[in-house]
Nanobody, 119 residues
């Protein structure tokens, strides 16, 4: 049974930083791409970032480029999202998810962690 557990969310001021973590269990974490998504209040879930399992190549939505960094430690079965210079519009529930490397679709999702940024 695959399990993804996010942590690190909280309430911060604009300009602050947070680091989200997602620990994966139940399978070989290192052979899957990992992604972060978010769902702002009253809006649909949206893509934030993805990291490839083998090359470590990263992909970001435009609104977070140069502010957020996705990384992974395969030895700890963990993927991170370092969020810098947070803005009120980053307020959302953040989810980590797992995908097969050859697919744009995500197979497993965590329960989410709340990030609230006040101005």
């Amino acid at each position: 049974q695959v399990r993804l557990d996010e942590s690190g969310g909280g309430s911060v001021q604009a300009g602050d930083s947070l680091r989200l973590s997602c620990v994966a269990g139940g399978h070989t974490f290192s052979t899957y791409d990992m992604g972060w998504f978010r769902q702002p209040p009253g809006k649909d879930r949206e893509f934030v970032a993805r990291i490839a399992w083998d090359t470590g190549n990263t992909y970001y939505t435009d609104s977070v480029k140069d502010r957020f960094i996705i990384s992974r430690e395969n030895g700890k079965n963990t993927v991170y999202l370092q969020m810098n210079n947070l803005k009120p519009e980053d307020t959302a529930i953040y989810y980590c998810a797992e995908a097969n490397p050859w697919s744009p679709d995500y197979n497993y999702w965590g329960q989410g962690t709340q990030v609230t940024v006040s101005s």
